[in-house]
């Protein structure tokens, strides 16, 4: 798909923003988000807005499943600081059956787990039945979609977006989807008649309904009979417990015929989707290419002509790929945020969100350096520290403040802490996650939003130099370099060096999962036992006066090669030499660009075998 280009949705292709300003509408705006929530707003919204999202509790709530909730997060801010009140739903599809064994589960502290470690012989047995009653692998929740619902709310709250995680299962139980669900089967020939249009082998007896078996517990698609309660009793549907097709398996029906009431089952899916849109008031929801040419454009006609109800303002966003493949539970290919967040810092993350929705994009463990890079220039832009292009700056001052208020809120959560009285309800800053507590409560944001200038003398580590630290085997290694090369001053206040030396634990990490060049230990303490010959010592000292001189990494990593030569010392050997002084190892980093990072002073003395 070219960059401009929206899937056709029911043949009303979404106009891009380069279309709507050739139009001549007024929708320039250097934000995506900022252009969603004017659409949403043209239709007249009640308040809270609505925004939700919604996934399938199939295998693992990975890093792009999260784009759904992110996308959420910045429209709904956009429309926040226009002073709307706006509530974030997500709902998780768990009364959907299950119809494939995943190969790769994660537990609740979002480690991967392997299908074949876990509890399978359990999740066999319950081939069709819901999530919500499938026991959960890893016994330590309700069920099975309980464990992933646990998941998905908490890949929300470590990145600080407020979301209530809505369960299908519960809205079916609570009786909420109990009068959308008679109306479907109320009009029943309408609905078979829009879903015609969309769907293959919809004739006469097609019921959208699926009732659970009382005996068995599989969710059946033979509905025999519906007896509308018309006012009087309850509707009662009759049903025979007949074998389903799921993908290239049947799983048995038991048989049994019995009768269900409405929250004894769901609606199927396309009829499903537009009655939570009617249950939950959606005004705004984004989803995936698959939606679009999917079950977009039935729902939206099931929305109109089913249910009477308007559609909320799609929005649809191109899948990314982790580190060049596509994201897959089965091959393993997925990463979850709690993971994620080992590696970067939670406004890192949420900037990766802040980019062009429509557009296919890399997430690249391997180079996370280069977004965090991003991240900062984005950052140092926003506070008039860097120049830059037009539309790049416009873009930073619009797409910071959402993306770095959680980490203002917890820098600062004390002194939002003392200003608690000017909150609502006398003042709800929670210390440990005070943005999830105050985003919808317009003097919290206030108070935030104040605190963004204070914020405005953190500082920042470069991510390769973090990595770097993270190389000295201990702290105050790590501060006397920091602060020798200027990067933290020492008169800095606390929570600022906070902000700079929590980078290094995260660099570290990435260094030690990528295990790439900043995977070493740098043996800063004592000097490794070393014995070179007279010609490998005279090469090493002619580099350390040349280190001493003050040259950039590449001219380093030359000379090195120039030394060698003239001291008749092999190449490789004398780069070994180097890795033994500095790591006591045969091997590391490219020489060169590394030492030009490090403490010059120590380099220096460590190459004369001095300390
Ligand atoms: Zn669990
Ligand atoms: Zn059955």
Same mark, same amino acid.
Request: aromatic share 10%; charged share 30%; with cysteine.
């Given at each position: 798909m070219s960059d401009d280009a929206e899937p056709s949705l029911d043949g009303e292709p979404i106009p891009t923003d380069e279309a709507r300003?050739?139009?001549?509408?007024?929708? %320039?705006?250097?934000?995506?988000?900022?252009?969603?929530?004017? +659409?949403?707003?043209?239709?007249?919204?009640?308040?809270?807005?609505? =925004?939700?999202?919604?996934?399938?509790?199939?295998?693992?709530? %990975?890093?792009?499943?999260?784009?759904?909730?992110?996308?959420?997060?910045?429209?709904?801010?956009?429309?926040?600081?226009?002073?709307?009140?706006? +509530?974030?739903?997500?709902?998780?599809?768990?009364?959907?059956?299950?119809?494939?064994?995943?190969r790769t589960l994660a537990d609740l502290d979002g480690n991967l787990v392997d299908f074949g470690d876990v509890d399978a012989a359990a999740l066999g047995k319950n081939m069709g039945h819901s999530y919500t009653d499938v026991?959960?692998?890893?016994? &330590? &929740?309700?069920?099975?979609?309980? %464990?992933?619902?646990? !998941?998905?709310?908490?890949s929300a709250e470590l990145l600080d977006v407020p979301l209530e995680v809505v369960s299908t299962t519960e809205l079916y139980e609570s009786g909420r989807m109990d009068d959308v669900v008679e109306h479907v089967l109320a009009n029943q020939d309408r609905a078979r008649?829009?879903?015609?249009? @969309?769907?293959?082998?919809?004739?006469?007896?097609?019921?959208?309904?699926?009732p659970i078996c009382a005996n &068995?517990?599989?969710?059946?698609?033979?509905?025999?009979?519906?007896?509308?309660?018309?006012?009087?009793?309850?509707?009662?549907?009759? @049903?025979? &417990?007949t074998d389903m097709e799921a993908g290239n398996r049947t799983i048995d029906g038991c048989g049994h015929?019995?009768?269900?009431?409405?929250?004894?089952?769901?609606?199927?899916?396309?009829?499903?989707?537009?009655?939570?849109?009617?249950?939950?008031?959606?005004?705004?929801?984004?989803?995936?290419?698959? %939606?679009?040419?999917?079950?977009?454009?039935?729902?939206? #006609?099931? $929305?109109?002509?089913?249910?009477?109800?308007?559609?909320?303002?799609?929005?649809?966003?191109?899948?990314?790929? !982790?580190?060049?493949?596509?994201?897959?539970?089965?091959d393993g290919n997925v990463i979850l945020v709690h993971d994620v967040l080992r590696m970067v810092e939670p406004e890192v993350l949420r900037y990766f969100f802040t980019k062009e929705p429509r557009r296919a994009r890399d997430f690249s463990v391997e180079r996370l350096d280069l977004l965090v890079d991003e991240f900062d220039r984005f950052e140092r832009l926003y506070f008039g520290e860097t120049a830059g292009e037009d539309d790049e700056t416009a873009f930073a001052d619009a797409a910071y403040p959402a993306t770095i208020r959680p980490t203002v809120a917890a820098t600062f959560a004390d002194r939002?802490?003392?200003?608690?009285?000017?909150?609502? #309800?006398?003042?709800?800053?929670?210390?440990?996650?005070?943005? !999830?507590?105050?985003?919808?409560?317009?003097?919290?944001?206030?108070? =935030?939003?104040?605190?963004?200038?204070?914020?405005?003398?953190?500082? +920042? !580590?470069? @991510?390769? @130099?973090?990595? =770097?630290?993270?190389?000295?085997?201990?702290?105050?290694?790590?501060?006397?370099?920091?602060?020798?090369q200027d990067h933290v001053p020492a008169e800095a206040a606390e929570w600022a060096r906070e902000c700079a030396f929590g980078r290094v634990a995260l660099a570290s990490e990435w260094a030690t999962r990528t295990e790439n060049e900043y995977d070493y230990t740098v043996?800063?303490?004592?000097?490794?036992?070393?014995?070179?010959?007279?010609?490998?010592?005279? $090469?090493? *000292?002619?580099?350390?006066?040349?280190?001493?001189?003050?040259?950039d990494g590449e001219e380093i990593q030359g000379e090195i090669f120039e030394i060698a030569r003239r001291h008749d010392v092999d190449v490789g050997d004398f780069f070994s030499a180097?890795?033994?002084?500095?790591?006591?190892?045969?091997?590391?980093?490219?020489?060169?660009?590394?030492? *030009?990072?490090?403490?010059?002073?120590?380099?220096?003395?460590?190459?004369?075998?001095?300390?």
């Open positions: 300003r050739e139009d001549g509408e007024e929708t %320039h705006n250097a934000f995506w988000a900022d252009a969603v929530a004017d +659409r949403v707003l043209e239709r007249d919204p009640s308040e809270p807005i609505v =925004v939700k999202g919604g996934i399938s509790p199939s295998g693992v709530p %990975h890093l792009g499943n999260v784009n759904e909730i992110m996308r959420g997060y910045f429209v709904a801010e956009a429309l926040r600081d226009r002073g709307y009140d706006v +509530r974030q739903v997500f709902t998780t599809d768990d009364r959907d059956p299950l119809r494939k064994l995943p026991p959960d692998p890893f016994g &330590c &929740c309700e069920s099975y979609g309980a %464990h992933f619902s646990t !998941l998905i709310a908490e008649t829009v879903l015609a249009e @969309y769907q293959d082998k919809i004739d006469e007896d097609y019921v959208p309904f699926n &068995c517990g599989k969710i059946t698609e033979t509905v025999t009979s519906v007896d509308l309660a018309d006012g009087e009793g309850e509707t009662t549907i009759e @049903y025979r &417990c015929e019995g009768v269900a009431g409405v929250r004894e089952g769901k609606l199927p899916w396309r009829f499903e989707w537009p009655a939570q849109w009617q249950v939950l008031g959606v005004d705004f929801e984004p989803f995936g290419k698959d %939606h679009a040419e999917g079950s977009w454009p039935s729902g939206k #006609d099931i $929305a109109e002509n089913v249910l009477d109800i308007d559609p909320p303002e799609p929005m649809v966003y191109e899948w990314f790929t !982790l580190d060049d493949e596509p994201f897959s539970s089965s939002l802490a003392r200003n608690a009285e000017s909150l609502r #309800d006398g003042g709800e800053a929670d210390q440990d996650a005070p943005w !999830l507590s105050i985003a919808r409560d317009p003097a919290g944001r206030e108070a =935030v939003e104040d605190l963004i200038e204070t914020f405005a003398g953190r500082i +920042r !580590l470069p @991510y390769t @130099y973090a990595a =770097v630290l993270g190389m000295y085997e201990s702290e105050s290694a790590r501060i006397a370099d920091a602060e020798k043996q800063r303490a004592s000097m490794p036992e070393a014995d070179f010959d007279r010609a490998t010592a005279a $090469a090493l *000292a002619e580099l350390a006066t040349f280190v001493e001189a003050g040259h180097g890795y033994r002084l500095l790591f006591d190892e045969d091997q590391g980093p490219q020489l060169g660009p590394f030492i *030009a990072k490090l403490d010059r002073d120590f380099v220096v003395r460590r190459l004369r075998q001095e300390a």
